[in-house]
């Protein structure tokens, strides 16, 4: 059953691949190393110190026991496979083959050389085992969105034009080397709609097939945009974590139906280096977790040195918690399991509650004109000059030189933002539109979350994006905001965009639901969101740190279900 894969290759410089299955498991190891074995027997153990265990021939392997670390000067712990060859033993870095039945990758990665990588080009993903790094993020697996630059793998940013148009990246983007950096592997990029502008909701993804949410269903929306690096959290054990990226709602939004942790970040302080833009004053990086340890721990590697990186003493506790009044129209049973968990949470900390209306806030204090109208065009105005002159301007020169002056193909909603992007009257209006998103910005910062002294926030917004029903994946809707629509609704993702605030997505429980497509009972992940001062991120994972030590919440699994039944 074994074979080995590109054996052509040895004579030359080449890295050489091996592939070989064992009891109906397929393997993956690309060489990284080769020693001249000579006339002496090679004493692996000396090489790679007393627990050698490591290193197998090809044919001799064993998963399990391959698994284990090896902690040596000369290779960094992982498991690594050995082949024989030639009077020299060929060292290679091995993974297991995992399939991706959710559609969420564009491809595997492998490393290349130094720090550059290559797409795995085969079926199935490589997936090194839950050992190896050095770090706090050691032995974690992760994807990342493919908006997000990796050097040597080309970045599509959703659009098989983009994708064309442009050669493997030169540089891995900074959020990600330091990522990387804390221990974590990276296994393959995930599906984005195209510029992450796409409603994944719309049947219209011309580009790449949008992966499928395993819970309940299997056919409910993944969200968007950051839809494959939310498919891959639902889907497998073997992403530890995800990185997405959140513009308007494209973290919150997909951890909201997927029933996992999401972090948007307050805007402005971490590094968007390397990552295709969407709306510069609103894009931020973010992730998606199962585990509420490990996002806890990533948001220490991402928030140390800067701004957000805040240690436990240097502030308490809000006391105060706010509810939204104004969150969606949820059926009772919804609104009983959130005002439950609401419950634990606030006599946890030992809250006090006052409920706001972001509207009556906004209009008692700002403007009496409702958000609605006096934002009406602001999103969709920043959103489509920004994306034509940053995204859509470089593709169609590029595209164009590449193909004797052809159009680049993109989803008629990228065609429709761009088109808007070259509208006179829409770029009249950016710069008002920028001076509103300021306005609001400072209105947030002023009378809905203020910071404080002691807490940094002063109080913690409580909220949920659940909707009466769970949205499935093919339900034809408008463009909306994003899509360049001249009005829209001022949507409930947007405002803490807007705002600059930090915000998290907390599941905390599963409710059934009656299923169009299996005809039987699923079951609906529930979460809640939480906002934060803009800065104070530290206080909502302390609040996830406490919340999850007392049992209040916890991990949770892989599939349809969030929790066990
Ligand atoms: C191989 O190397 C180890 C560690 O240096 C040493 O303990 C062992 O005796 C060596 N084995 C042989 C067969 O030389
Ligand atoms: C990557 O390429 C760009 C131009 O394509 C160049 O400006 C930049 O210096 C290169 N960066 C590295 C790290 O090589
Ligand atoms: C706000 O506008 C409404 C009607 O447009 C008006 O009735 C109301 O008095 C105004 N309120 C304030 C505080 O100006
Ligand atoms: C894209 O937009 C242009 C207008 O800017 C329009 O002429 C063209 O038909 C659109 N293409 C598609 C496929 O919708
Ligand atoms: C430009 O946008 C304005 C405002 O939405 C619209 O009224 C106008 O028809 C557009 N112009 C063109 C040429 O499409
Ligand atoms: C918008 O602001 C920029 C920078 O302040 C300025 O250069 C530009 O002329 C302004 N555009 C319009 C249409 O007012």
Not at 5 to 22: I, M, N, R
Not at 481 to 495: D, I, N, Q
Request: hydrophobic share 35%; net charge negative.
């Amino acid at each position: 059953m074994k074979s080995l894969v590109g054996l052509g290759l040895l004579s030359t410089v080449l890295a050489l691949d091996f592939q070989w299955s064992h009891h109906g498991q397929e393997y993956w190891a690309t060489e990284i190393d080769r020693i001249d074995k000579g006339d002496d027997v090679f004493n692996l153990s000396s090489r790679v110190g007393q627990e050698g265990l490591g290193f197998f021939r090809i044919g001799d392997v064993d998963w399990p026991q391959f698994c284990r670390a090896l902690h040596t000067d000369v290779y960094a712990p992982g498991a690594y496979a050995v082949a024989e060859i030639s009077g020299q033993l060929v060292i290679a870095k091995a993974y297991q083959m995992m399939d991706d039945p959710a559609q969420a990758f564009m491809s595997g990665v492998l490393p290349k050389s130094g720090d550059s990588y290559k797409p795995f080009s085969g079926r199935g993903i490589p997936v090194p085992p839950a050992v190896g790094g050095v770090g706090p993020l050691a032995g974690l697996r992760f994807a990342l969105k493919d908006l997000f630059h990796l050097k040597g793998i080309k970045t599509s940013a959703g659009s098989r034009s983009w994708y064309a148009a442009f050669p493997p990246q030169n540089h891995t983007s900074g959020i990600i080397l330091k990522t990387l950096a804390a221990g974590a592997s990276v296994v393959g990029k995930t599906k984005t709609t195209a510029f992450a502008l796409t409603n994944t909701r719309n049947g219209w993804s011309v580009d790449y097939h949008d992966p499928f949410n395993f819970r309940g269903d299997g056919y409910s929306s993944t969200g968007g945009s950051s839809s494959g690096s939310l498919a891959a959290a639902v889907a497998y054990d073997w992403v530890d974590f995800s990185i997405g990226s959140d513009t308007g709602g494209s973290v919150r939004g997909p951890a909201t139906r997927g029933g996992v942790y999401g972090y948007r970040p307050s805007q402005g302080f971490l590094d968007l280096e390397g990552v295709v833009p969407c709306v510069v004053s609103l894009d931020t990086p973010g992730f998606f977790t199962r585990s509420p340890t490990i996002f806890s721990k990533l948001f220490g590697v991402w928030s140390a040195g800067t701004e957000l990186e805040m240690t436990s003493d240097s502030f308490s506790m809000p006391r105060k918690i706010i509810y939204r009044k104004e969150d969606g129209n949820l059926t009772p049973e919804l609104r009983r399991e959130l005002g439950a968990f609401f419950d634990k949470v606030q006599s946890h900390f030992s809250m006090t509650s006052s409920t706001m209306s972001l509207e009556e806030t906004w209009m008692n204090n700002v403007r009496n004109q409702t958000l609605d109208h006096y934002f009406a065009t602001v999103y969709s105005d920043i959103n489509a000059k920004e994306s034509w002159d940053l995204n859509g301007a470089p593709l169609f020169k590029a595209f164009g030189e590449l193909t004797g002056g052809s159009a680049p193909p993109v989803d008629p909603s990228v065609n429709l933002t761009w088109t808007n992007g070259q509208n006179e009257t829409i770029r009249a209006r950016y710069n008002e539109s920028l001076r509103r998103a300021q306005e609001f910005r400072d209105f947030y910062s002023k009378f809905v979350l203020p910071a404080d002294p002691t807490t940094c926030s002063e109080s913690i917004l409580a909220s949920t994006y659940e909707g009466p029903e769970m949205q499935n994946r093919q339900t034809l809707v408008p463009f909306g905001v994003t899509g360049g629509a001249v009005t829209g609704p001022f949507w409930s993702t947007v405002p803490p965009a807007f705002g600059g605030v930090s915000e998290i997505i907390v599941p905390f429980g599963q409710m059934p639901y009656w299923s169009e497509y299996t005809l039987q009972t699923e079951y609906r992940p529930l979460s809640a969101s939480f906002q934060a001062a803009r800065g104070c991120d530290a206080v909502l994972f302390r609040l996830v740190d406490e919340l999850a030590e007392a049992g209040i919440i916890g991990e949770v699994q892989t599939g349809k279900l969030a929790y066990p039944l």
